[in-house]
């Protein structure tokens, strides 16, 4: 196992965990088929770390001769967390955060009201709610928690 910064040869990989996820965390919460399976694709997110370099440039990536799973970071922050559906429950998203923390030097987050599955596993790994909310798209709420 290797966590690692994450290559160009990546982004198609890092792409298709990030819709993978979305659909399934995301789509039993807000609905909208559209959306999650018409909008959303493979293509378009990889484009977008293609266009902006800095999202590449603060990605990394568990690879096991597979590229399992993915952080992305913004400075203390983690933007951005996610294992392959095919291959959770098998500690990689541990590994990454674990990474994150002690190499990267991360110390929060934003976590989705109501993805009660990632609260859980955030408050496992030691981190707790701040009291700050953040709403994105004036319907979506965030939760701030943090590294205590």
């Known amino acids: 196992m290797e966590i ?5 040869a990546d982004i198609s990989r890092i792409a298709e965990m990030i819709v993978a996820n979305y659909r399934k965390n995301f789509y039993p919460i807000f609905g909208g088929e559209e959306f999650y399976f018409k909008e959303l694709n493979v293509i378009d997110i990889a484009k977008d770390y293609i266009d ?3 999202l590449l440039e603060n990605t990394y990536v568990y690879d096991d001769g ?3 799973g ?11 967390l996610y ?3 095919f291959f ?5 998203g541990t590994q990454l955060l674990d990474f994150a923390l002690k190499e ?3 110390k929060w987050l934003w976590v989705l009201r109501e993805n009660e599955s990632a609260q859980n596993f955030y408050k496992n790994k030691s981190f707790k709610f701040t009291g700050e909310e953040f ?3 004036e319907w979506i709420t965030l939760l701030k928690m943090e590294i205590v």
């Open 88 to 92: 959770q429950n098998r500690s990689i």
């Open 70 to 80: 993915m952080i992305r970071l913004d400075r203390d922050e983690i933007v951005k």
């Open 66 to 68: 597979i590229v399992k």
């Open 83 to 85: 294992v392959d559906p």
């Open 4 to 8: 690692r910064k994450a290559e160009k």
């Open 104 to 106: 990267k030097g991360a």
């Open 52 to 54: 902006n370099p800095y």
């Open 135 to 137: 709403e994105e798209n």
